[in-house]
């Protein structure tokens, strides 16, 4: 997740089920998200790659993301160019989504 302050933090209570992954048992969570932040959501393709250590995609991932703002289209394209010089060798998906809350009708 990326705070409205450019902080990122790795949501690892809702680690599960990769995405794409259907006919399995998976686990709901309930997390409060800021205003403004943005949800990161990958597989493994985007993160994982042959020939680089394992803990380096989620790194790079986070180290892309800080300090990012501004429309959602660019920033995803940068955060792809960043993690994937060449075509991916997986199947590979980021899905990006900003938090905006809806005002609350005075009663």
């Given at each position: 997740?990326?705070?409205?302050?450019?902080?990122?933090?790795?949501?690892?209570?809702?680690?599960?089920?990769?995405?794409?992954?259907?006919?399995?048992?998976?686990?709901?969570t309930g997390i409060e998200l800021p205003d403004h932040a943005t949800l990161v959501l990958c597989t493994d393709g985007l993160?994982?790659?042959?020939?680089?250590?394992i803990g380096t995609g989620p790194e790079s991932l986070r180290t892309g993301l800080g300090g990012s703002t501004g429309?959602?289209?660019p920033m995803a394209d940068r955060i792809l160019a960043?993690?994937?010089?060449g075509p991916p060798?997986?199947?590979?998906?980021?899905?990006?989504?900003r938090v905006h809350r809806l005002p609350t009708s005075p009663d």
């Open positions: 997740m990326l705070r409205p302050d450019g902080a990122v933090d790795t949501l690892d209570q809702v680690l599960g089920v990769p995405l794409g992954v259907g006919g399995v048992p998976f686990r709901t993160i994982e790659t042959r020939g680089r250590h429309p959602l289209e960043r993690l994937l010089p060798a997986d199947d590979t998906v980021l899905v990006l989504a």
